[in-house]
């Protein structure tokens, strides 16, 4: 907890130091993202389904979507430029997406326009809400529990508070949906929410983690009825009770994770250069998986049948029901976050925009 009140007065005073240089630029909250045709060109970060389209998201408020699997691409309509870091689509018409500043954008038209549902001011608001709210229900018997408790959650609130004074800084970096009225949002310092009634409210759940040192959260999935968070510093955790109650699980290194991906009894958990592992008890023991590469994986595709996991310098890993994961030469030296499958091959987002290969490999 002192770790982080520390790191938060660094922050402070770092804000104020670029403060006269950066009072004047544009609210990246209050912007609309510019149609241009440069913004098929940007660093796009994640990639969905919407029904039978592709939907992408990216630098600068970008949102890309395509109807012929990925050949064409359309830019959405979008009321931010700010980074964009991940998407999640419930149905053939509902997304979300989440972004840096704590931006939370839904659709209800498969993607081609998005209005804002949440932002950072908001989250910091909730943070402070939910603080305030344990702080008032502590009792002798909680006390008796943890002696110390009292004191964390006032600290936590006083770090809560100095955080609405900065204003809206903490990426929101992963939006999942365990059903349609059921979703999780994860971020930088510990910041996790959910909601119960598909985004209408949303609850403050970080405290209730076993993340101490409010390490960043990047990835959620469900594997067999259970679901899994991982974060950086080796970070895993788990809930089987379907979020009410949450525990750590053992990590094989202490680097980050970047990505989890559930592949029929397989889990596996993408990291730092080189870093893939996978897991056949729900995440209690893993196992290296043997990888000819040094780079980091940022993101994975599985439908049951096909898997592919994709990375920085190029790197694109398949396999199918009957084969292990075995690289893709591509050609390039591109990075890649995202991957998903088309009738035709692998449609891939990351530096640069879209890119495109048959199944084999081959630039399509």
Do not use: C
Not at 148 to 164: H, K, P, R, S, V
Not at 312 to 334: H, I, Y
Request: aromatic residues 8%; glycine residues 10%.
């Amino acid at each position: 907890m002192l770790k982080m009140r520390v790191l938060r007065l660094i922050l402070v005073v770092l804000a104020i130091l670029v403060m006269p240089v950066s009072a004047g630029l544009p609210d990246r909250l209050t912007q609309t993202a510019p149609q241009t045709a440069a913004a098929h060109a940007v660093m796009l970060t994640d990639l969905a389904r919407a029904g039978e389209r592709l939907v992408a998201v990216g630098d600068f408020g970008v949102v890309l979507y395509s109807d012929d699997h990925g050949q064409v691409w359309q830019q959405a309509q979008v009321p931010v430029t700010t980074l964009l870091t991940s998407i999640h689509f419930t149905s053939d018409n509902q997304g979300w997406i989440t972004g840096h500043d704590g931006v939370l954008l839904s659709s209800d038209d498969a993607g081609m326009t998005w209005v804002v549902r949440l932002d950072g001011d908001r989250i910091n608001q909730l943070r402070v809400e939910s603080l305030e709210a344990a702080l008032g229900a502590l009792t002798d018997e909680l006390l008796e529990d943890d002696p110390y408790l009292e004191e964390d959650l006032a600290f936590a609130l006083e770090d809560a508070e100095l955080a609405q004074e900065e204003g809206p800084v903490n990426p929101l970096l992963s939006v999942w949906f365990r059903n349609p009225d059921e979703g999780y949002l994860l971020g930088a310092y510990g910041l996790a929410l959910r909601t119960r009634n598909a985004g209408e409210s949303w609850e403050f759940i970080s405290e209730e983690l076993p993340n101490p040192d409010q390490l960043h959260l990047n990835a959620i999935t469900q594997h067999e009825g259970s679901l899994i968070i991982a974060g950086e510093a080796g970070l895993l955790m788990r809930s089987d009770d379907q979020g009410d109650s949450w525990y750590e699980l053992p990590s094989p290194y202490s680097g980050s994770f970047f990505d989890l991906l559930a592949h029929d009894r397989s889990l596996y958990a993408l990291g730092l250069r080189g870093h893939l592992f996978e897991s056949l008890d729900g995440g209690f023991e893993w196992q290296a998986v043997p990888v000819d590469t040094t780079v980091s994986f940022m993101g994975g595709y599985s439908d049951g049948r096909l898997l592919a996991i994709t990375g920085l310098g190029g790197t694109l890993l398949t396999a199918s029901q009957e084969n292990s994961l075995q690289p893709l030469d591509l050609g390039v030296r591109r990075h890649f976050n995202a991957v998903i499958a088309t009738p035709e091959g692998w449609v891939l987002a990351g530096e640069q925009g879209i890119f495109r290969v048959n199944f084999q490999g081959v630039a399509q």
